[in-house]
C-alpha cells in the first residue's frame, strides 16, 4: 500500500516500540518520517533500520525549545508537515499514599504538556489533509491499581482530541486518539514487569498483548485519507481489554 505516498510525518517517541513500528509502517507506506526522543544511541539505532526517508532530532517534548528545533528541522527539509502522531508517552505505577509531585510530574508533563505543544507547535506547518494523532491508552478508561496519574494523563489525552476538533474547525485538519491497550514495549516490561505482563495479557479478550505493528498499522489508517471522515474519535487498540 502507498497510501502516505509524498506525505511528512513527525512521530515523537519513534525511536522504540509502538513509534518505532509505526514509523517503519508510514516508511513502507510511502511517507517521510521525522522522529524524536531524548537517547541518541535509541534514534541512530532506528535510523540505521529506517533508511533513507527518516531523519532524527533529539530532544524531550517537555522541553518548548526542543519542540521548535524539530519543526525547524521539518520545515527546512520538507517545508510542510501532513502527519503528526504524538506517541511519546511516560508511565510508572505509585499507588494512592505514595503518590509524589516528581510522579506526578513526570507524567503529565511527558504525557499532556508534551502532546499539547508537540501539536500546537506544528500547526503552522501542516493544513488541509492534515492528520494528528494522540497516543491514548485501555488505562484511561479503567481502573488499575497504582495506575492513577498515568490514567488521569490519558483521560486528560482523551479530551484533547475532542476541544481541539472544536478549534480545528476549517482548518480541514482530523485530530483522533489512538488507544493501545497492553502491549509488548519497554514501557510495559519497565512498568508491569514479567508477571504483570502475562496478567494483562490473561485479562485480554484475545488473550495477548499486542505487537507493536498492530499498533503502527491502525496509525496508518488515522494518517491516512481511509480515515478521512474521522475526527474527535478514540480508536481502541486493545484486544478488547477496555471494551467488556
Ligand atoms: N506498551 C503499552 O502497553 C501501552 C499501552 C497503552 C498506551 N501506550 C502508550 O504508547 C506510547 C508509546 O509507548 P511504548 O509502549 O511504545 O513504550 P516505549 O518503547 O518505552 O516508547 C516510549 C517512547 O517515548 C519516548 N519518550 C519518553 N519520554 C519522552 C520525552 N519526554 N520526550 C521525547 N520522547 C520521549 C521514549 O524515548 P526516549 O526515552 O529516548 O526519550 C520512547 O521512544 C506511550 O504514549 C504509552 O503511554 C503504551
Do not use: C
Not at 494483562?200 to 498492530?214: F, H, I, K, N, S
Amino acid at each position: 500500500m502507498n497510501r502516505l505516498n509524498g506525505k511528512t510525518a513527525v512521530i515523537t517517541g519513534g525511536a522504540t516500540g509502538i513509534g518505532r513500528a509505526a514509523a517503519k509502517r508510514f516508511i513502507e507506506e510511502g511517507a517521510f518520517v521525522f522522529i524524536f526522543g531524548r537517547r541518541q544511541k535509541a534514534l541512530d539505532a532506528a535510523l540505521a533500520d529506517f533508511g533513507p526517508n527518516a531523519r532524527a532530532v533529539k530532544g524531550s517534548v517537555s522541553d518548548l525549545a526542543d519542540l521548535d528545533r524539530l519543526y525547524a528541522a521539518v520545515k527546512a527539509e520538507r517545508g510542510t508537515l501532513d502527519i503528526v502522531f504524538a506517541n511519546a508517552g511516560a508511565g510508572s505505577q505509585l499507588p494512592l499514599g505514595e503518590i509524589t509531585a516528581e510522579h506526578i510530574d513526570e507524567i503529565f508533563d511527558t504525557n499532556v504538556k508534551g502532546s499539547i505543544f508537540t501539536v500546537q507547535k506544528a500547526l503552522p506547518l501542516m493544513g488541509e489533509g492534515g492528520s494528528i494523532i494522540l497516543t491514548g491508552s485501555s488505562a484511561g478508561t479503567t481502573g488499575a491499581p497504582g495506575f492513577s496519574a498515568y490514567s488521569a494523563s490519558k483521560a486528560a489525552v482523551r479530551n484533547l482530541a475532542r476541544t481541539w476538533a472544536e478549534d480545528l474547525k476549517g482548518t480541514g485538519i482530523r485530530v483522533n486518539v489512538l488507544s493501545p491497550g497492553a502491549t509488548a514495549t519497554e514501557l510495559a516490561k519497565e512498568a508491569l514487569g514479567e508477571e504483570g505482563q502475562k496478567a494483562y495479557g490473561a485479562m485480554t479478550p484475545l488473550q495477548r498483548m499486542a505487537d507493536p505493528a498492530e499498533i503502527g498499522a491502525v496509525a496508518a489508517f488515522l494518517a491516512s485519507s481511509d480515515s478521512s471522515f474521522m475526527t474527535a474519535s478514540e480508536v481502541a487498540v486493545d484486544g478488547g481489554l477496555a471494551q467488556l
